[in-house]
């Protein structure tokens, strides 16, 4: 069907587009010389984290916008539903997906860190260390998910 092609179409766009989007921002903060570091974060975990923040932000944004048009094509039948999201069932779109689950969980915990920040201002002071703890929770709860997700996608590529 032309409209499960499209909607398809349309949700790698976003994916692609996301993933360029953060690659491409990584580079910049990489090239970044001392001197264009800015005053607020000066290119430490503080300008990362900033970074990270907005990213998975747009990761997220794009994901829903995504599922909300591929979710639609119920509307017209089972078929084209079925169709359409034949793309999330490829082996490789999973690294996707892991990418997504490691954006939401960075998101979240990030997220907390800066409530944190608002609600008590004198905890700023230590955002480095509250930095590293989130990164270390974001890990420990991505982990188990990336393993089975990247397991699965594994078994079901032409590698395994």
């Known amino acids: ?83 359409t999201i034949s793309l999330y069932q490829q082996w490789w779109f999973k690294p996707f997906e892991v990418g997504l689950i490691a954006a939401v969980v960075f998101h979240a915990f990030n997220g907390m860190r800066i409530i944190i920040f608002d609600f008590w201002p004198r905890m700023a002071l230590r955002h480095k260390q509250f930095a590293y703890v989130q990164f270390a929770l974001s890990f420990l709860a991505f982990a188990p998910a990336a393993f089975f997700m990247l397991r699965s996608a594994y078994e079901g590529s032409p590698f395994s």
């Open 1 to 83: 069907m032309i409209a499960a092609k499209l909607i398809e179409g349309f949700v790698f766009v976003l994916t692609v587009g996301t993933t360029i989007f953060a690659v491409s921002l990584g580079v910049m903060l990489f090239r970044l010389r001392g001197s264009d570091k800015g005053p607020a974060y000066k290119g430490g975990v503080g300008q990362w984290s900033w970074a990270a923040h907005r990213v998975t932000g747009v990761a997220i944004i794009a994901f829903l916008f995504g599922h909300i048009v591929d979710t639609f094509a119920v509307g017209f039948g089972p078929e084209l539903y079925n169709e």
